[in-house]
């Protein structure tokens, strides 16, 4: 299945996609939320939809998209995953998973604007994997691991560097501003990814190609991310968890390149879809 959430922000209503198309799910009286991946949610609304089939509405490709899942109890992202992205930085290549977190308030739908946070200089750009958790994991054995993940979503990781590194602390503080977490367009789950592993990842800023790898160049794999996380915190159903990025950042460039006010960032990854974002300046509303 693919999932997708649809309308205005903060009152999104599930939907699927089906044979390319967007229907609305809101009948089946679920968000896609920690309650319904822990309730067995994927299967009991593939029973709904076979049995509503043919009688769905359909929804309008001029609607907005949401967040494909939920906001979760946390977003859980990995640092420096892929070996050429922690050369272009000057980090040393990581013996374990760099852990750090964006703020839940930073999700955002697929399409929305990026807004520059107040006094930023230095907005970048991260075309990721994420994958969602399916049920509770503490202490999981790798050989386990993706019986525990719900599916897979492509994830703008926005991060502003100055805020990242230049001003003491961890890396949160540059990850987890408003508009930081553009997720979607949908969530894949397993059975519609023939190799996650081997997946073309791509994003363009001004129809400028940065970023253009392979999920194959991951150093750490999923099922060793699940195992990993779980010794360290419990990870609850609808938790995402992004993978990293791929060389092309703005902060690898000499010299750097950031986003500024009117910049068009379009990504996406195989078999996963696409998401376009405009940068806009913050403004108080």
């Known amino acids: 299945m693919k999932l997708i959430r649809f309308g205005e922000f903060g009152k999104e209503k599930p939907g699927v996609i089906i044979e390319g198309k967007r229907y609305d799910a809101s ?11 822990e ?18 509405a359909e929804v309008s490709e001029e609607v907005r998209l949401g967040s494909c899942v939920a906001r979760p109890s946390k977003i859980v992202c990995i640092g420096l995953n892929f070996a050429d992205h922690a050369r272009e930085t ?6 374990e998973p760099i852990i750090f977190f964006k703020s839940t308030t930073a999700l955002s739908g697929p399409n929305d604007d990026i807004i520059i946070p107040r006094n ?3 907005t970048d750009w991260e075309v990721e994997l994420a994958f969602v958790i399916g049920k509770k994991a503490q202490y999981v ?10 599916g897979y979503c492509l994830h703008n990781d926005v991060s502003e560097r100055e805020f990242q590194i230049e001003r003491g602390g961890n890396w949160s503080k ?7 977490a553009p997720m979607g367009p949908f969530l894949a789950t397993q059975d519609e990814i023939e190799d996650i592993n081997n997946l073309k990842m791509w994003l363009t800023v ?21 195992s990993y996380l779980s010794q360290f915190m419990t990870l609850l159903p609808g938790d995402i968890i992004s993978t990293g990025t791929p060389p092309g950042v703005g902060l690898g460039f000499n010299p750097p390149i950031y986003l500024k006010e009117g910049d068009v960032v379009e990504l996406g990854i195989e078999n996963l879809g696409s998401s376009k974002q405009v940068a806009k300046n913050w403004s108080r509303n």
């Not at 009948?27 to 991946?37: K, V």
């Not at 000057?90 to 013996?95: K, N, R, Y």
């Not at 054995?141 to 719900?150: C, I």
């Not at 540059?174 to 930081?180: A, E, I, L, M, S």
């Open 27 to 37: 009948g089946f009286g679920e968000d896609y939320n920690e309650q319904f991946f």
């Open 39 to 56: 309730n067995d949610g994927l299967n009991r609304l593939a029973t709904w939809i076979e049995s509503n089939q043919g009688i769905l």
């Open 90 to 95: 000057g980090a040393a290549i990581p013996q």
């Open 120 to 122: 930023s200089v230095k």
């Open 141 to 150: 054995d790798e050989s386990e691991a993706l019986d525990y993940v719900a």
């Open 174 to 180: 540059g990850k987890g501003c408003d508009t930081f």
């Open 206 to 226: 001004n129809g400028k190609t940065f970023q253009n790898s392979n999920t194959d160049q991951l150093i750490f794999k999923i099922p060793t991310l699940v």
